[in-house]
């Protein structure tokens, strides 16, 4: 994995984590059991597993991902990584319960990080048709589209966490990886 993947990864851990223990302490949404936490981990830092040797072709990062994961024996990682780019079951009404499955978290984490850095949806957005949109328009839509599924499922997903969307980066845990365990 490239280094710049491998940061990416683990900044999308770091929101991933954040989401995850702000909907565990909410009032309103559904408690997350505490063995999930490894998983969203898992699969955050696992996200782009596959990134690295599809730069150059045209293959399906998640689907390879999923694939190794599951080759590994990790079935539920592999689940979460084959949805990080589109998610298959966007349910709203489990949304408006308060209800989000790690690999929703892990999607959303996935598009508010951008390289090493917090960002908007929007921002996010942007980076990715620029990078690859490919001058297609019918791509530009598909990827716009995504992003509007994304939103939806910011707003839902807010209204169950005790800060707005803007302040995410700001609720980031600092020690969910000691520098050796970066570098290893």
Not at 25 to 32: A, F, K, Q, V, Y
Not at 57 to 67: I, Y
Not at 82 to 102: A, N, P, T
């Amino acid at each position: 994995m490239l280094d710049n993947i491998r940061a990416h990864s683990f900044m999308v851990a770091h929101v991933a984590d954040a989401l995850y223990c702000s909907l565990s302490t909410s009032s309103t949404g559904r408690i997350l059991p505490p063995e999930q936490h490894s998983l969203i981990l898992a699969g955050a830092l696992l996200h782009d597993i596959a990134k690295t040797p599809c730069l150059n072709n045209a293959c399906d990062h998640a689907r390879l991902g999923q694939d190794l994961c599951q080759q590994l024996g990790y079935p539920e990682v592999g689940e979460i990584v084959r949805e990080h780019v589109i998610l298959r079951d966007f349910s709203l009404s489990r949304y408006k319960q308060g209800q989000f499955l790690i690999k929703e978290l892990v999607y959303y984490a996935d598009k508010r990080v951008r390289h090493d850095e917090v960002v908007t949806l929007h921002q996010r957005m942007d980076y990715i048709i620029e990078r690859y949109g490919n001058n297609d328009s019918a791509r530009h839509l598909h990827i716009q589209n995504n992003f509007q599924l994304c939103q939806t499922l910011e707003e839902h997903l807010f209204t169950h966490i005790n800060f707005p969307p803007k302040e995410l980066a700001s609720h980031l845990n600092g020690q969910l990886f000691s520098p050796a365990q970066k570098s290893s």
